[in-house]
């Protein structure tokens, strides 16, 4: 019994581990893309979630999980929810974003795929 809960305790603490280390390295991808030389850009997929209001725009990274808010009117494209785009960052701020239509019509086939199966 003793055995048992020594070895769910050590399983609990390996899981955690396991999580920090991933929490870490997505951390430091961000912090990487938010620390470059002026000219030096780092590039990461994100998707607009949603826009609150019509006029903050909220974006999902990718990679990090991050949550962007940005004004609408920095934008010189119309955005909808679901467009995938690529973001160029520099310097800690966002210098270029454009959408990754590509990628945006992928993913809208693979969730209308998905959407069929359920039917």
């Not at 979630?49 to 999902?60: P, Q």
């Not at 119309?78 to 993913?107: C, M, Q, Y």
């Amino acid at each position: 019994m003793v055995k048992c809960k020594v070895i769910r305790v050590l399983l609990l603490f390996l899981l955690i581990g396991k999580v920090l280390l991933i929490i870490i390295f997505v951390e430091k991808r961000v912090m990487e893309a938010f620390s470059q030389p002026a000219e030096e850009k780092v590039h990461v997929a994100g998707v607009v979630d949603r826009i609150e209001d019509g006029e903050i725009v909220v974006i999902l990274v990718e990679e990090s999980k991050l949550e962007l808010m940005v004004e609408m009117s920095a934008f010189d494209i119309a955005l909808i929810p679901h467009v995938w785009l690529d973001i160029a960052f520099s310097k800690g701020k966002i210098v270029d974003i454009a959408i990754d239509w590509k990628r945006t019509n992928r993913e809208r086939n693979r969730v209308n795929g998905l959407l069929e199966k359920l039917r």
